[in-house]
Nanobody, 115 residues
Framework: QVQLVESGGGLVQAGGSLRLSCAAS????????MGWYRQAPGKERELVAA?????NYADPVKGRFTISRDNAKNTVDLQMNSLRPEDTAVYYC???????????WGRGTQVTVSS
């Protein structure tokens, strides 16, 4: 079964940085699309960044976050710089293959940014 596991969340002061990692069972190369979403308290889950043939980012994180593949570690990472309190959320990894409709989700990792 496909499993996604996020890591790297934690507490950070405003202006600081964190790097999140998503490890997939098997290989990340088995997925055509991988992305990071987040869900803040009382809000809907929203796309943060995605990587497939290219990359895309939500407007609030453009210029601050970078999504990338780390081939050596077999992970998809999210480098988060210049963090703001409004970035506080549970961050989720997801993945998809072109030949199936199923979307896979990790359990999430908490990111808390203090003012």
């Amino acid at each position: 079964q496909v499993q996604l596991v996020e890591s790297g969340g934690g507490l950070v002061q405003a202006g600081g940085s964190l790097r999140l990692s998503c490890a997939a069972s098997g290989s990340i190369f088995g997925f055509d699309y991988m992305g990071w979403y987040r869900q803040a308290p009382g809000k809907e889950r929203e796309l943060v960044a995605a990587i497939g043939r290219g990359t895309n980012y939500a407007d609030p994180v453009k210029g601050r976050f970078t999504i990338s593949r780390d081939n050596a570690k077999n992970t998809v990472d999210l480098q988060m710089n210049s963090l703001r309190p409004e970035d506080t959320a549970v961050y989720y990894c997801n993945a998809k293959r072109d030949y199936e409709d199923r979307i896979y989700w990790g359990r999430g990792t908490q990111v808390t940014v203090s003012s």
